[in-house]
């Protein structure tokens, strides 16, 4: 089945959890920009060194360097007939640069679903995870500031996408499963209208 589909939602939202399983569901693979830089900065590549500097201090990585590593792969041959993009694009003019990719391939987004969920609830479930994992870039300062990045740049992505009918929000609260069905419900809604 061919599925392009972009999963939004603040840092915590749980668009992790629920991309691999949306894309087991939908049979297309899913493409995490933060886990694509988490992997080389564990594994100590030059992009991983870049990456480390720039996302302990809660910034994002330049769009450049993200649109590239997009394109890459995007173009392998398990992400041709579909996808589930996770933490990207993470602004408008990531929007357009996803736009362009797509175009060249005679293909566009089929829908964007965001994940809604309380400020708060983000905070505490971050903190928890970087105790757990040993994330040294989840400290509460650095969460509430990337919380602050994500209404300045990305939240207005919404808006694009829901300017051209393909946005539905869902909310992230709740049961893995029951969040799951929920996703699974509104994207059968979009992409069947």
């Not at 003019?93 to 964007?112: K, N, S």
């Not at 903190?127 to 040294?136: C, D, H, N, Q």
């Not at 069905?181 to 069947?192: H, K």
């Amino acid at each position: 089945m061919s599925a392009r589909i972009v999963l939004l939602g603040p840092p915590g939202a749980g668009k992790g959890t629920q991309a691999a399983r949306l894309a087991e569901s939908l049979g297309v693979p899913a493409i995490s920009t933060g886990d694509i830089f988490r992997a080389n900065i564990k594994n100590g590549t030059e992009l991983g060194r870049k990456v480390q500097e720039i996302t302990a201090t809660g910034a994002l990585v330049p769009d450049e360097l993200t649109n590239e590593l997009v394109r890459d792969r995007l173009a392998q041959d398990d992400a041709v007939d579909g996808f589930l993009l996770d933490g990207y694009p993470r602004n408008v003019a990531q929007v357009a640069a996803l736009d362009e990719m797509l175009a060249a391939t005679g293909t566009a987004v089929e829908a964007a679903v965001e994940l809604t969920v309380d400020p708060q609830v983000v905070v505490d479930r971050l903190t928890k995870r970087a105790t757990i994992e040993g994330r040294v870039d989840d400290t509460e300062d650095v969460i509430r500031h990337r919380l602050d990045v994500y209404a300045e740049q990305t939240a207005p992505i919404s808006q694009v996408y829901g300017a051209r009918g393909l946005l539905v929000q869902v909310d992230g609260l709740g049961d893995v499963d029951e969040v799951t069905q929920r996703l699974l419900d509104a994207l059968q809604g979009v992409r069947s209208a």
